[in-house]
């Protein structure tokens, strides 16, 4: 069966740079939402998307920005990145909100 | 707010029975869900439970009692393999997508 993608699955930047994560949902899934996990860390809620919509927002930086394209991807920006970024960034997708939640293999972020 | 909490460490032996408590206060209750993760991986869909009792699911059962904010997941037939942290997440009623509220994570270690 079909599962979250995301790329890149492994991302090294520098201080002050700019990175773009990606997620393609499961086929038929409409909402979509991100999760930073920091090394030790419990997953936090970042954003959610329903139906190209935002919809939640949670400890999301202000640098940090997201959307839901028209074939359900999503793309997390993140500008101006601090060393306390470096973290696994997870993609989530359910086939309606409050469904069960499907998480993508995460794209490993490392800030130097 | 939200408060999930779960004991950080457990050690079992292998084929043995394991339980893993979780404790919850919320303002808003709409589901509790299990997954399971391994280091450096995508946390895995175990279970969902929406109303008190037990769910079952092969060597997997969860509980839940709402009135009393408690849910455990109960594994048997411990295998090797089942070494990973175990997360209790709760979804969020006031969330317009059922956004998930994590625990600390249950550390298991299966020993043989």
């Known amino acids: 069966a079909a599962g979250v993608i995301q790329s890149p699955r492994h991302l090294i930047k520098e201080k002050r740079e700019t990175a773009t994560l990606k997620c393609y949902p499961i086929?038929?899934?409409?909402?979509v939402y991100w999760y930073q996990q920091g090394p030790g860390q419990d997953p936090q809620f970042l954003i959610s998307f329903y139906e190209k919509m935002q919809s939640d927002k949670g400890s999301i930086p202000d640098r940090f920005s997201a959307q839901q394209f028209s074939d359900y991807h999503s793309e997390l920006n993140m500008s101006s990145l601090e060393l306390g970024d470096s973290a696994l960034y997870f993609c989530?997708?359910?086939?309606?909100?409050?469904?069960?939640?499907?998480f993508g293999p995460g794209t490993r972020l490392t800030v130097t | 707010g939200q408060n999930i909490d779960q004991p950080t460490e457990m050690t079992a032996t292998e084929g043995a029975i394991v339980q893993i408590n979780c404790t919850y206060q919320?303002?808003?209750?709409?589901?509790l869900f299990w997954y399971q993760q391994h280091a450096g991986e995508a946390p895995t869909f175990l279970s969902y439970?929406?109303?008190?009792g037990l769910e079952e699911k092969g060597r997997f059962s969860s509980f839940l009692s709402r009135s009393k904010g408690y849910s455990y997941l109960l594994l048997k037939e411990l295998q090797m393999k089942d070494s990973a942290s175990y997360l209790c997440a709760v979804r969020d009623r006031t969330s317009n997508t059922g956004k998930l509220i994590f625990g600390q994570g249950t550390t298991l270690q299966v020993k043989p």
């Open positions: 439970n929406v109303l008190d």
């Open positions: 086929p038929r899934h409409d909402t």
């Open positions: 989530a997708s359910s086939q309606k909100p409050s469904y069960e939640q499907y």
């Open positions: 919320t303002s808003g209750f709409n589901g």
